[in-house]
């Protein structure tokens, strides 16, 4: 294979940014998929894109489509995920990717029987300010890793019909924007968390409205994760170790951080875009397609899920769609 052909299925408002930025060298968007044919119309003339279709299977089904982008609700992934699989295709989905553990083993077990790639679509896993920050730890800039802190809080409109606040639809502080903070604090713990807490309140559909979470791993690292879907906290990010920490604001598209010495003295790193977030993610996966080098860190994103997974469990809290 000399070029990646894509389609996208689900054509929301991340769909629309998957869209008008994608660009990736040996890589082309060809085909749209929505439940309505007239919006995949709309769609595919709007970016340029020669193929629309009005069902997600004939998409699927394109023998010309090599790669699948799937931007559907979150309970919706898993339907669409194991189509994807079944018919030769591989995958890259919006996050969460995954509602519970039995989605992600479901999945990874079809990707294996039919050969192909399942990735997440989580932009924290390829910036390349955090492969920075990473080489920087490696190399005991900050001494021994001792704590990751994460930050994430929205104000939304409580509106129990809305897809925030839907059990149905995957709502919920945590497949949301919990997600991104639980990979920002998995990417730079030095292995999976074992030890697991945590407190959360309820919205009345029955979905998250805001949690906090308490991790630590075999390497005696702490994390912790702050998440809320009715007021509003800062997207940052704590890297903290023996001899300084790294603040990183606005994290989960970061090209910018600061690290503070223990004498107080600080210093400005920078690397990547903020506006290429999606980009690196396309390219990545791309790449992964074509050369078979592995750029997906979809082991993180197994991690994460087996987070989510415990808390959902603890808060009593089950997002699973019955197909």
């Given at each position: 294979?000399?070029?990646?052909?894509?389609?996208?299925?689900?054509?929301?408002?991340?769909?629309n940014?998957?869209?008008?930025?994608?660009?990736?060298?040996?890589?082309?968007?060809?085909?749209a998929?929505?439940r309505?044919?007239?919006?995949?119309?709309?769609?595919?003339?709007?970016?340029?894109?020669?193929?629309?279709?009005?069902?997600?299977?004939?998409?699927i089904?394109?023998?010309d489509v090599?790669?699948?982008?799937?931007?559907?609700p979150?309970?919706?992934h898993?339907?669409?995920?194991?189509?994807?699989?079944?018919?030769?295709?591989?995958?890259?989905?919006?996050?969460?990717?995954?509602?519970?553990q039995?989605?992600?083993?479901?999945?990874v077990?079809?990707?294996?029987?039919?050969?192909?790639?399942?990735?997440?679509?989580?932009?924290?896993?390829?910036?390349?300010?955090?492969?920075?920050?990473?080489?920087?730890?490696e190399?005991?800039?900050?001494?021994?890793?001792?704590?990751?802190?994460?930050?994430?809080?929205?104000?939304?409109?409580?509106?129990?019909?809305n897809?925030?606040?839907?059990?149905?639809?995957?709502?919920?502080?945590?497949?949301?924007?919990?997600?991104?903070?639980?990979?920002?604090?998995?990417?730079?713990?030095?292995?999976?968390?074992?030890?697991?807490k945590?407190?959360?309140?309820?919205?009345?559909?029955?979905?998250?409205?805001?949690?906090?979470?308490l991790?630590?791993?075999?390497?005696?690292?702490?994390?912790?994760?702050?998440?809320?879907?009715?007021?509003?906290?800062?997207?940052?990010?704590?890297?903290?170790?023996e001899?300084?920490?790294?603040?990183?604001?606005?994290?989960?598209?970061?090209?910018?951080?600061?690290?503070?010495?223990?004498?107080g003295?600080?210093?400005n790193?920078?690397?990547?875009?903020?506006?290429?977030?999606?980009?690196?993610?396309?390219?990545?996966?791309?790449r992964?397609?074509l050369?078979?080098?592995?750029e997906?860190?979809?082991?993180?994103?197994?991690?994460?899920?087996?987070?989510?997974?415990?808390?959902?469990k603890?808060w009593?809290?089950?997002?699973?769609?019955?197909e």
């Open positions: 294979m000399e070029k990646v052909r894509w389609g996208i299925i689900g054509l929301g408002s991340i769909a940014s998957f869209a008008s930025v994608f660009e990736a060298e040996n890589a082309e968007l060809i085909a998929a929505s309505s044919l007239q919006k995949a119309q709309e769609f595919t003339k709007k970016y340029n894109i020669p193929k629309a279709y009005g069902n997600y299977g004939a998409l089904h394109d023998p090599d790669a699948v982008y799937i931007a559907t979150n309970t919706h898993i339907s669409v995920i194991k189509r994807a699989l079944e018919a030769g295709k591989h995958v890259f989905c919006e996050k969460a990717m995954f509602v519970n039995k989605e992600l083993d479901e999945a077990a079809l990707a294996e029987e039919n050969n192909v790639l399942l990735a997440e679509a989580m932009t924290i896993y390829h910036m390349p300010l955090y492969k920075k920050l990473k080489q920087l730890i190399d005991g800039t900050l001494g021994k890793v001792k704590m990751v802190h994460a930050l994430f809080g929205s104000l939304k409109d409580p509106d129990p019909s897809r925030f606040f839907s059990k149905e639809l995957g709502g919920g502080a945590l497949l949301d924007v919990g997600v991104y903070a639980l990979s920002f604090v998995r990417y730079f713990l030095s292995s999976q968390p074992h030890n697991i945590t407190v959360a309140n309820m919205y009345p559909t029955g979905v998250d409205e805001q949690s906090s979470v991790l630590k791993n075999k390497d005696d690292e702490i994390g912790t994760v702050s998440m809320a879907f009715r007021s509003k906290m800062p997207k940052m990010g704590l890297i903290v170790g001899e300084g920490y790294i603040t990183v604001n606005d994290y989960p598209r970061a090209s910018q951080a600061i690290l503070t010495r223990p004498d003295s600080t210093e790193i920078s690397e990547g875009s903020a506006s290429e977030g999606l980009n690196y993610e396309i390219q990545a996966f791309t992964t397609i050369t078979g080098k592995d997906t860190f979809f082991h993180l994103t197994k991690d994460v899920t087996q987070i989510m997974d415990t808390l959902s603890e009593g809290m089950d997002l699973s769609l019955d």
